[in-house]
């Protein structure tokens, strides 16, 4: 097993990421028929991530191993309920949301996913935040059963209708 260490995304990283954004993607339309090909949305949602997250007060890291090769990564945006919108408790108005979370093939399953989450829940506490979200497809039982043994529970459910 590989060492690796968590640290915040570099716009040297941006390269790396690209390739892992659109193998992200491709994992996800292979689950749902909605999905823009990978390699065509891949650069330009991953600027669209950076500046949601960055814009947010969110935040982007990096999984690198002992050689400094970028080995996956984590985007973090804060949410906040709208002005006025008071059917939430105060303390849940404001809550982290994992918007992307990749880690390479090759590396899975060795607490490198882990190690990005904890990351960014200690961000969010260090924020004072007291929730964290993340959505996936119900198709992908991979990322249900990461989440849950992060004890990440479901806590709403969208539906959809095709028209």
Same mark, same amino acid.
């Given at each position: 097993? !590989?060492?690796?260490?968590?640290?915040?995304?570099?716009?040297?990283? %941006?390269?790396?990421?690209?390739?892992?954004?659109?193998? &992200?993607?491709?994992?996800?339309?292979?689950?749902?028929?909605?999905?823009?090909?990978?390699?065509?949305?891949?650069?330009?949602?991953?600027?669209?991530?950076? !500046?949601?997250?960055?814009?947010?007060?969110?935040?982007?890291?990096?999984?690198? @191993?002992?050689?400094?090769?970028?080995?996956?990564?984590?985007?973090?945006?804060?949410?906040?309920?709208?002005?006025?919108?008071?059917?939430?408790?105060?303390?849940?108005?404001?809550?982290? @949301?994992?918007?992307?979370? %990749?880690?390479?093939?090759?590396?899975?399953?060795?607490?490198?996913?882990?190690?990005?989450? @904890?990351?960014?829940?200690?961000?969010?506490?260090? &924020?004072? &935040?007291?929730?964290?979200?993340?959505?996936?497809?119900?198709? @992908?039982?991979?990322?249900?059963? %990461?989440?849950?043994?992060?004890?990440?529970?479901?806590?709403?459910?969208?539906?959809?209708?095709? &028209?």
């Amino acid at each position: 097993m !590989q060492i690796h260490s968590i640290r915040r995304y570099q716009p040297k990283d %941006f390269p790396a990421l690209v390739p892992m954004m659109a193998e &992200l993607q491709e994992l996800e339309r292979a689950q749902s028929g909605d999905r823009t090909r990978g390699e065509v949305m891949a650069e330009a949602h991953l600027h669209y991530l950076l !500046q949601l997250s960055s814009s947010t007060g969110g935040a982007t890291w990096v999984a690198e @191993n002992n050689k400094g090769v970028v080995q996956g990564f984590l985007v973090l945006a804060i949410e906040s309920t709208d002005p006025g919108d008071e059917y939430l408790l105060e303390r849940y108005r404001k809550v982290g @949301n994992i918007t992307d979370l %990749f880690v390479l093939p090759a590396v899975r399953s060795q607490g490198v996913g882990r190690l990005l989450v @904890n990351t960014a829940e200690d961000y969010c506490r260090g &924020l004072g &935040l007291a929730r964290v979200v993340v959505s996936t497809l119900q198709s @992908n039982q991979s990322a249900i059963a %990461f989440y849950r043994q992060s004890a990440y529970q479901p806590h709403t459910l969208l539906l959809s209708k095709e &028209l």
